[in-house]
T-cell receptor, first 112, second 112 residues
């Protein structure tokens, strides 16, 4: 089984809808991240969490919110989706003592 | 100036040749450097990390770091068609939460 899973893998929605993307990990890592990837812009950090009670905004948090339900679960919500939030979203985890980030398979989100 | 810069490519090399991928970064307090490989439609996966000046070799891959020039490179020897992917350079700064910043990636094409 994959260490970092994301659901759904693909989602098409309409402008104004609320969307939740979920991430689960079995690596036992404390740190979890949400990124979005757009052509030509690379990976950009949306939110990150170092433990259940520690949540921080990344460089592009506007229009997004997150919830860390447990050490292993980190959800990303789009309260009112807009077309420019169409992107590939990745969840990642890392251990506090190491720098390596482990990515989930990604969620391709399309907002019409 | 972008924090992490890479030529987007594509970089085309014949099978068996050496592929050289380059990355520059702007923040002198950067501490850790990573190369991730990303196949089309897939998630990034770590190839190598390097922390000190000089070369680090792992199989066909060699990472080179020059902190004075703020430059990190990845050499792929005996390039194979399976190496065709986008290569992301990532840099971790020793500041705040030790943010990791990704470059936009260089697309490598290995021609059989």
């Amino acid at each position: 089984d994959a260490d970092v899973t994301q659901t759904p893998r693909n989602r098409i929605t309409k402008t104004g809808k609320r969307i939740m993307l979920e991430c689960s990990q079995t690596k036992g890592h404390d740190r979890m991240y949400w990124y979005r990837q757009d052509p030509g812009l690379g990976l950009r950090l949306i939110y990150y969490s170092f433990d259940v009670k520690d949540i921080n905004k990344g460089e592009i948090s506007d229009g997004y919110s997150v919830s860390r339900q447990a050490q292993a679960k980190f959800s990303l919500s789009l309260e009112s989706a807009i077309p420019n939030q169409t992107a590939l979203y990745f969840c990642a985890t890392s251990d506090f003592s190491k720098d390596t980030q482990y990515f989930g398979p990604g969620t391709r989100l399309t907002v019409l | 100036q972008k924090e992490v810069e890479q030529n987007s490519g594509p970089l085309s090399v014949p099978e068996g040749a050496i592929a050289s991928l380059n990355c520059t970064y702007s923040d002198r307090v950067s501490q850790s450097f990573f190369w991730y490989r990303q196949y089309s439609g897939k998630s990034p996966e770590l190839i190598m990390s390097i922390y000190s000046n000089g070369d680090k070799e792992d199989g066909r891959f060699t990472a080179q770091l020059n902190k004075a020039s703020q430059y990190v490179s990845l050499l792929i020897r005996d390039s194979q068609p399976s190496d065709s992917a986008t290569y992301l350079c990532a840099v971790r700064r020793l500041q705040g939460y030790q943010k990791v910043t990704f470059g936009t990636g260089t697309k490598l094409q290995v021609i059989p």
